[in-house]
């Protein structure tokens, strides 16, 4: 869900690190609404009262397909950063997946250490867990491999929005396994999108993004050696226009087709990785706010309970149309999300893959990761 990109320093992708905190923010918005829970349960609210509402109502209404976007993001950085490498195995299969755990993995175990530390506090003064009541052994193990969703009947458990990265593993397996003993062809993305649009369970969704977002970045890896380059990504940014025009009228009466969603994705991953000029500064101001995606993702449930805990200790009301206070669940998450991306993911990273590719199996990786 949130990598560096290996590009041309020319073109350090900063259209997707703007999409993926947009991303980010929107989801935040979506599970502002777990405010509006009373002992567990939902609550009768007015949606058109909360904060920002009508500045910020396609994120109410729909952020839940953020996460959609983050595995298409993930697909596109994936395909572009690993796709020759695991097919000429200059990446190993213990390099390939100590990159993954060292990414994912400590800020999870924090987060779900965190989050089991405090239902049951919640659980003592309302009698209810918050928002996702499966927490027993059995989730917290499955929570501790990142299994949560791989079985038939998944529940939300725990810090439940680790669901959608307990899906992409799966998908981070097959990806793996697929260009080191099948093809790198295209006509695989094809395939696996064709198959996968016909499921309708978590990981069949997260195949399909994914793998949408692999085919945009063949098709920008391609369009290095076209030439009218300029036409064509004049002619993309039209379709793209068109294309969320499209879909703003449609959505407003009904859910648009599941391959309308899946071309727009498509297109506008294609043209948000062209080459994007900005100063210095804008440019890490970009890999910053993208770099704190992951963080905010984890982190935003922990904080809500937190909060939650404290005002029911207090015995007051959670202010849920105050701006203000909206803007500081906000503010706390994004900032939470900078330090712990900055002082404890980011060298914890380091650190395990210092460790991890020090083993003789970790010798055969040749590309930077």
Same mark, same amino acid.
């Given at each position: ?5 290996? %590009?041309?320093? &020319?073109?350090? /992708?900063?259209? +997707?690190?703007? $999409?993926?905190? *947009? @991303?980010?923010?929107? !989801? ?66 213990? %390099?390939?997946? &100590?990159?993954? /755990?060292?990414? +994912?993995?400590? $800020?999870?175990? *924090? @987060?779900?250490?965190? !989050? ?254």
């Amino acid at each position: 869900m949130n990598e560096t990109s290996t %590009a041309p320093r &020319a073109n350090k /992708l900063l259209g +997707l690190e703007a $999409l993926r905190f *947009v @991303t980010a923010f929107a !989801v935040l918005t979506w599970h502002y609404k777990h405010f509006a829970y009373a002992a567990g349960m939902p609550a009768d609210f007015a949606k058109t009262q909360l904060p920002f509402y009508s500045l910020l109502y396609p994120f109410y209404e729909a952020g839940n397909f953020g996460v959609c976007v983050f595995w298409a993001i993930s697909g596109f950085i994936f395909f572009l950063k690993y796709r020759d490498a695991i097919s000429n195995r200059s990446i190993g299969a213990w %390099a390939f997946f &100590a990159f993954r /755990l060292s990414r +994912l993995y400590p $800020l999870h175990i *924090v @987060t779900l250490l965190l !989050v089991a530390s405090l239902q049951p506090i919640y659980y003592y003064l309302n009698g209810s867990f918050f928002i996702y009541s499966y927490n027993d052994i059995q989730s917290f193990v499955l929570q501790l491999f990142m299994a949560s969703n791989w079985g038939p009947n998944p529940v939300l458990s725990f810090n439940g929005p680790i669901w959608s990265v307990s899906a992409e593993i799966v998908v981070y397996a097959a990806f793996f396994l697929a260009l080191r003993f099948v093809t790198r062809s295209v006509l695989l993305n094809v395939f696996v999108i064709g198959i996968c649009t016909n499921l309708t369970t978590p990981i069949g969704f997260c195949f399909c993004c994914f793998y949408v977002g692999g085919l945009a970045a063949i098709g920008r890896q391609a369009m290095a050696r076209w030439q009218f380059q300029l036409p064509i990504e004049a002619a993309a940014w039209c379709a793209a226009v068109g294309v969320a025009a499209w879909l703003w009228l449609f959505s407003r009466h009904a859910m648009p087709p599941y391959g309308i969603v899946l071309l727009a994705m498509f297109i506008l991953l294609f043209c948000l990785s062209g080459n994007v000029p900005l100063s210095p500064p804008w440019q890490r101001l970009l890999e910053a706010a993208g770099s704190m995606t992951y963080s905010s993702y984890l982190l935003q449930f922990p904080i809500q309970l937190v909060a939650v805990i404290g005002y029911t200790t207090l015995r007051c009301p959670i202010p849920l149309y105050d701006d203000l206070f909206f803007a500081i669940f906000v503010g706390a998450t994004l900032l939470a999300s900078f330090f712990s991306y900055r002082y404890f993911e980011a060298p914890a990273q380091t650190l395990i893959r210092g460790y991890l590719l020090s083993k003789p199996l970790g010798k055969t990786m040749t590309v930077t990761p």
